[in-house]
Structures are given as C-alpha cells and as structure tokens.
C-alpha cells in the first residue's frame, strides 16, 4: 500500500463520520452509533473503499486513549465524595449483577466452559461489557429534563461514574487472567503495585502540575504537558504492569481533574480526538463489523444480549437504591438512569478484539444495545417523572 493512500483512508472516514455523526444527533441517537455506522458502511461490509490498515488501528488505538483521559479530566472529585457510600454500593451491585448476568448469557448459548478455560473468559468478557454505564449520554438525558441537579439525579451521575471506573479494573483483571501463562496472584499483585505507584506519582505530579499551573495559567504548554503525562501513564500501565492503557490514560485523567485548569486541557485534548481521532475510533469498530458471519443464533443471542443489558442494569442498580432507603419510584429512576450504554461499552469491547476475546461480529450486538438504551431511557425517565411532584434540588 502506497502511504499516500492513507490520506484518501482518513479524508473518507473525516467526512463519512462527522455527516452520519450529525444525522444520528438529528434523529436524537448518540453522535458515536452514526460514526460507528459510517465505518460499516465505507468498510468492505457495504461499499468497501476503506479497510482496516496497520495506520489505521494505531490511530485509532490513539483516539481511544484520548477518549478516556477525556472522561478523567471530566471526573467530579467533588461529586463523588458527595453521594459517597450510596453511589459506589449501586455502582458495585450495577457492576456485579450485569457481569453475572453476561457471563450466564454466554455460557447458555455457547456452553458453560471451567475456570481457565478460553470459552470461561470470553463469557466474563460479555458480561465486562454490559457493566458499562454512559456517563454522558445518562448527562444529557438528565439535563434535558432539568433533573440533572436533584437528589436522584447526582446520585446517577456519580454511581455511572464510579461504575465505569470499576468496569476498567474489571477489564483489567480479565485481561490479565486470560494470558495461560498469568498466575493470578501476579495479576492481582501487577494491578495493586500499579495503583500504589499511581497514587504515590499522582500526588507529586499534581503537586508539580498545579504550581505550573498557578505561574503559568492557560498556556498551552499545560495540556501539551497533561498529553505527554496521558502517553507516559498509558505505556508504563501496559509496558511494566500488564494492565489496559487506556486505565493508565484513564487515572491520569483523574490525577489532573482537580487543578484549575482542568477544563482548558480537556477542551485542547477534545479538538484533536472530537476532529480526527474519535471518528477514526469510533469508523474503525465499524470497519471490523462484519455481517458475513451472522446467523440465527447470533440474532438471538443479539436479543438476549439487549435484554439482559437493559434489565440487569435496572434490577442491581435498582435494587441496591431501595437498599439504601430510596422509595420504589426513585430506585427505578437510578436503574434506569444507569442502563444506558455508550462510548465505554465501545471501548472495552474493541479491547477485548485486540488481545482475542472477542469476535467482530459481537459489535453488533454492542451497537445496537447501544442504540436502543439511548432511546429508551429517556422515554422511560419521563414516564417516572411525570408521576412525581416538583422534586426538591440537592
């Protein structure tokens, strides 16, 4: 391949992305499912003028780990210690329930398979991805109908945050058992050593990065510095730890979400992965959807994937909120504000593509679970809200 011919790959992929994006947001659908759409369509799926190149995946490798350190320079510090106890228990019970959920779903379709086993790991993977909740789709949805700062509404918006961050450690334990020659204690030691050695290098790095911050505000040498400290996270996370990049991309983020200019590196970060790596990303996963491989089984298992990722949501987040005193109405608000699904579902799942856990013509299954949670959930929030009197704001 000539490397001029990549200029042709991501002038179609630029343009295909962003014009199915914006028809997507149109039809009030995630801006993500249309560039996922565009990728299927451009890919040799439908009309095949663009495949999936070596530049191509590393591209997209790079906007992925763009994407989540985005989502921890957008953490909330603040919001999370506010709701507390009450947001990581539903966060826990809205990661275990779908996880186990997934997992069985898997294994009665394709047989139950022992510990260690490859067929025993790509069922926990299926449940990894059902324990995704959108942060950002579950915002806007909230904010649409001016319940983004009631009681409830807080509550969601910090149990999705904290639901996704434990989704990571999940995919990186998962990832780090399926290697037959990983010891599970090494896995366990690999993924604690790395958070002590996160929290020890995030103190003093914030520390530094705060006091440039404060003599030099708004420069743009701080987000190219907060770049360089994604990359840096990223490589030693998977370099030295075995554990995801994007979970060393993503506690970077985290690190750096409280110094004041926080915000003006996210929105420098957000120009090159909103301009040509996120649609690239996103284009990518549907270059590697395939159609060639679906059959009747696939169709079911795609109904049951929905199903059980909608419900299983509802019942663990649902449940643990009536646990934790909220009444029936409330608790189902917060299981369903948590179903959603999106560019985190996304991500785990091309993860789980590369190191062969899972198989292209899952995305399917992905996308459209994707879709009909985005749809649903505000139809259904209406429907709980409009039973309520004027709820009073935290």
Same mark, same amino acid.
């Given at each position: 391949m000539e490397s001029y011919e990549i200029l042709k790959d991501l002038a179609i992929i630029v343009i295909f992305a962003k014009l199915f994006g914006l028809v997507a947001r149109k039809l009030k659908a995630p801006q993500v499912v249309g560039e996922i759409i565009a990728g299927v369509i451009i890919g040799p799926t439908v009309l095949g003028i663009v495949s999936q190149t070596p530049f191509i995946s590393y591209m997209a490798e790079v906007g992925v780990i763009l994407l989540m350190f985005s989502a921890g320079l957008g953490t909330d510090i603040k919001q999370? $210690? @506010?709701?507390?106890?009450? !947001?990581?228990?539903? !966060?826990?019970?809205?990661?275990?329930?779908?996880?186990?959920?997934? !997992?069985?779903?898997?294994?009665?379709?394709?047989?139950?398979?022992?510990?260690?086993?490859?067929?025993?790991?790509? !069922?926990?993977?299926?449940?990894?991805?059902? +324990?995704?909740?959108?942060?950002?789709i579950t915002a806007q949805t909230l904010k649409e109908m001016n319940k983004i700062s009631t009681k409830v509404g807080t509550l969601v918006l910090s149990a999705a945050i904290i639901d996704d961050v434990i989704g990571i450690l999940v995919l990186t334990f998962v990832i780090g058992f399926k290697d037959p020659g990983t010891k599970p204690l090494k896995v366990v030691l690999s993924t604690a050593l790395f958070f002590i050695l996160a929290f020890i290098v995030g103190v003093i790095s914030y520390k530094i990065f705060k006091k440039v911050d404060e003599k030099y505000p708004h420069t743009r040498r701080i987000p190219i510095a907060g770049l360089a400290y994604c990359f840096a996270f990223s490589y030693i996370a998977e370099r030295y730890f075995g554990i995801a990049d994007i979970t060393g991309a993503y506690v970077a983020g985290i690190i750096l979400c409280s110094i004041d200019d926080s915000d003006y590196i996210e929105r420098k970060v957000d120009i090159n992965s909103y301009m040509i790596f996120g649609p690239v990303f996103f284009a990518s996963i549907g270059l590697k959807t395939t159609f060639d491989n679906i059959s009747m089984s696939i169709v079911w298992f795609t109904i049951c994937f929905i199903l059980v990722g909608l419900v299983s949501k509802i019942i663990g987040c649902g449940f643990m909120a009536k646990i934790c005193g909220y009444d029936v109405n409330d608790s189902l608000k917060v299981g369903v504000g948590m179903m959603t699904r999106g560019e985190v579902a996304l991500i785990v799942s091309q993860k789980g593509l590369s190191v062969g856990l899972l198989d292209s013509k899952?995305? +399917?299954?992905?996308?459209?679970?994707?879709?009909?949670?985005?749809?649903?959930?505000?139809?259904? $929030? @209406?429907?709980l809200y409009s039973s309520d009197k004027k709820e009073s704001t935290v």
């Open positions: 999370l $210690l @506010k709701t507390g106890p009450q !947001a990581t228990a539903i !966060a826990c019970c809205g990661v275990f329930v779908p996880l186990v959920s997934g !997992a069985l779903l898997y294994m009665g379709f394709y047989g139950a398979s022992p510990w260690g086993d490859e067929n025993f790991y790509r !069922a926990v993977f299926v449940g990894v991805i059902l +324990t995704a909740t959108s942060v950002s899952y995305f +399917t299954c992905v996308i459209l679970l994707i879709i009909v949670s985005s749809v649903l959930t505000p139809i259904i $929030l @209406k429907m």
